[in-house]
């Protein structure tokens, strides 16, 4: 248990830090636009284009292990989703975050570097490959289900388009591939471009960790939504869970890359989530204090799950 509390402490511990001088420092949340910038358009596409551009071609092509990870995350929002039209007598705007909530993962700031730190450079394909398709997804049910939800009024076809243009122009999209195709005809940078990457390539996770405590820190906790309990366990517990089933049952994968699916699964919910209720004016305060919850909540869920699976307790096939 020790080695899993020195792998996960440097971890939370940046987020930790960032929240610790947000608090100290008391900078407005604008002042970490530059560095955002950096994480989103600099640090993190470098880190992938390293990783996937070194990577055979053919371990870049697992549709079927694609398949199950994201399979298993829409299965999460379908759930939620239809609990909370239910319960709300069929409000699909809130019942859309709420679904996103409890699906959508901080697998772009949290997830690279708490997989390469678990499971080394191996985990580093599964980890881009999940989080392109996966936002793929996210960005494409949100836009639609508030268009349906009447929250957004735009056109048809101008929704179509914007979801086209966020996903076609997503800076870690575009890393991914220009970084698969760097793989495919084994295109290696000059030597002194491959060391800038190098560099930036480290400074994606700490940085990104950072931001993010800042992040919660700057957003206060005005308001628990009464679904808080629900979500927190279909995020860390259910999501998990219903990913290792799905990928057992649709193939027999590296468990590397079974494990850095699951540990994708079990990480809180994203501050993308808040990002997109407040571009609707939707669940906004309440998608905040559910990030900062089940990020809170996620320090003994994640250390429980990397000690199960460090211990060879968590079988990486179900159905062998």
């Given amino acids: 248990m020790s080695e899993i509390i020195g792998l996960v402490l440097p971890f939370f511990g940046m987020i930790f830090l960032g929240y610790a001088v947000a608090r100290v420092t008391r900078q407005p949340l604008e002042a970490l636009g530059w560095m955002n910038t950096f994480i989103i358009y600099v640090a993190l596409p470098a880190l992938f284009f390293q990783l996937l551009s070194k990577t055979p071609i053919e371990k870049l092509t697992e549709f079927t292990f694609?398949?199950?990870s994201v399979f298993s995350t829409f299965l999460i929002?379908?759930?939620?989703?239809?609990?909370?039209?239910?319960?709300?007598?069929?409000e699909v705007a809130q019942s859309t975050v709420k679904g996103l909530a409890a699906a959508y993962g901080n697998i772009g700031y949290m997830g690279p570097g708490i997989?390469?730190?678990?499971?080394?450079?191996?985990?580093?394909v599964p980890v881009a490959l999940i989080f392109c398709v996966e936002n793929m997804m996210h960005f494409a049910i949100a836009p639609m289900m508030m268009a349906l939800a009447g929250s957004d009024d735009s056109p048809p076809l101008a929704v179509a388009l914007d979801v086209i243009r966020k996903i076609a122009l997503h800076p870690f999209i575009i890393a991914t591939a220009v970084g698969v195709s760097a793989a495919a005809f084994e295109v290696r940078p000059p030597l002194p471009i491959d060391t800038l990457l190098d560099y930036l390539s480290r400074a994606a996770a700490p940085c990104a960790?950072?931001?993010?405590?800042?992040?919660?820190?700057?957003?206060?906790?005005?308001?628990?939504p009464p679904e808080i309990g629900l979500i927190s366990f279909l995020k860390l517990c259910i999501h998990p869970a219903v990913c290792l089933v799905v990928i057992s049952l649709v193939g027999n994968f590296d468990p590397v890359w079974v494990y850095t699916a699951v540990l994708l699964a079990a990480l809180p919910t994203a501050t993308n989530v808040f990002v997109i209720g407040q571009q609707y004016g939707v669940w906004v305060e309440r998608a905040s204090a559910t990030i900062l919850i089940t990020t809170v909540t996620s320090v003994a869920t994640v250390?429980?799950?990397?000690?199960?699976?460090?211990?060879?307790?968590l079988p990486a096939d179900l159905f062998p």
């Fill in 66 to 68: 694609i398949f199950g």
């Fill in 77 to 90: 929002f379908a759930l939620m989703f239809v609990i909370s039209v239910i319960a709300s007598r069929g």
């Fill in 115 to 124: 997989a390469l730190l678990a499971f080394g450079e191996a985990a580093a």
């Fill in 209 to 224: 960790l950072f931001a993010m405590g800042v992040t919660l820190a700057l957003r206060p906790l005005r308001r628990l």
């Fill in 303 to 313: 250390t429980m799950l990397l000690y199960v699976i460090k211990a060879g307790l």
